[in-house]
């Protein structure tokens, strides 16, 4: 089942903050952050395991709450590169590994 | 430089052809995905293969075919059954097994059909 995310939309300015959220109805292995670029391939940000941990790099952090089966990617003072489509992948099952279903994306314009 | 590569970039097709993306990649990966992806939409899975000679149906999968006859190539078909085939399609590898799977996607190829 596609997990949620939320908002559908957002525009920032340039040094502001975002929060995107990603939910799923289904026990969660993982969690996988990626950013496309219109036109382009998806990008890897991070991936978060079970176990509630919190990841990150530069200005970009993402935490994983495993009781609510949620995600959230955390951009702080946004920068005009940080536009595109973010896009959350979760994993289910208690294996090491499992397909990944992707959310319908959020997307975020930062504007000068 | 180790990645995936697509071709081609832009693909046009009549209604009722078939029309195979070529997906390669040097990464030494052993899973390959095909995802497709239409305008204001998330990626969905079409197929995945976790070993050669072996392939999983995934969520859109009617009127898709593929082959894994190599490990660094999953060459997907678009038959003439797929209904609405017009989108961008992605490919994308990851290392199977351990606790950190990181999907790499190729550039894509943006498939027309007119």
């Known amino acids: 089942q596609q997990p949620v995310q939320s908002p559908q939309a957002v525009i920032l300015r340039e040094g502001e903050d975002a929060v995107i959220n990603c939910s799923s109805s289904?026990?969660?292995?993982?969690v996988h952050w990626y950013r496309q670029k219109h036109g382009e391939a998806p990008v890897f940000l991070m991936i978060?395991?079970?176990?509630?941990e919190q990841k990150g790099h530069d200005k970009i952090s993402a935490s994983f709450n495993e009781k609510k089966q949620q995600s959230s990617l955390y951009l702080t003072a946004s920068q005009l590169s940080y536009s595109g489509t973010y896009f959350c992948?979760?994993?289910?099952?208690?294996?090491?590994?499992?397909?990944?279903?992707f959310g319908p994306g959020t997307s975020l314009s930062v504007i000068p | 430089d180790g990645g995936i590569t697509q071709s081609p970039k832009y693909l046009f097709r009549k209604e009722g052809q078939n029309v195979t993306l070529s997906c390669e990649q040097n990464?030494?990966?052993?899973?390959m995905y095909w995802y497709r992806q239409d305008p204001g939409q998330g990626l969905r899975l079409i197929y995945y293969?976790?070993?050669?000679?072996?392939?999983q149906k995934g969520d859109i999968a009617e009127g898709y075919s593929v082959s894994r006859e190599k490990k660094e190539s999953f060459p997907l078909t678009v038959t003439s059954a797929q209904k609405n085939p017009t989108a961008f399609y992605l490919c994308?590898?990851?290392?199977?097994?351990?606790?950190?799977?990181?999907?790499?996607f190729g550039p894509g190829t943006r498939l027309t059909v007119l």
């Open positions: 994308a590898s990851s290392s199977a097994g351990g606790t950190q799977i990181t999907q790499y």
């Open positions: 289904k026990a969660l292995y993982s």
């Open positions: 978060l395991l079970k176990g509630g």
């Open positions: 992948g979760t994993e289910s099952g208690q294996t090491s590994y499992d397909k990944v279903i």
């Open positions: 990464l030494n990966h052993d899973a």
């Open positions: 293969s976790q070993i050669v000679n072996d392939f």
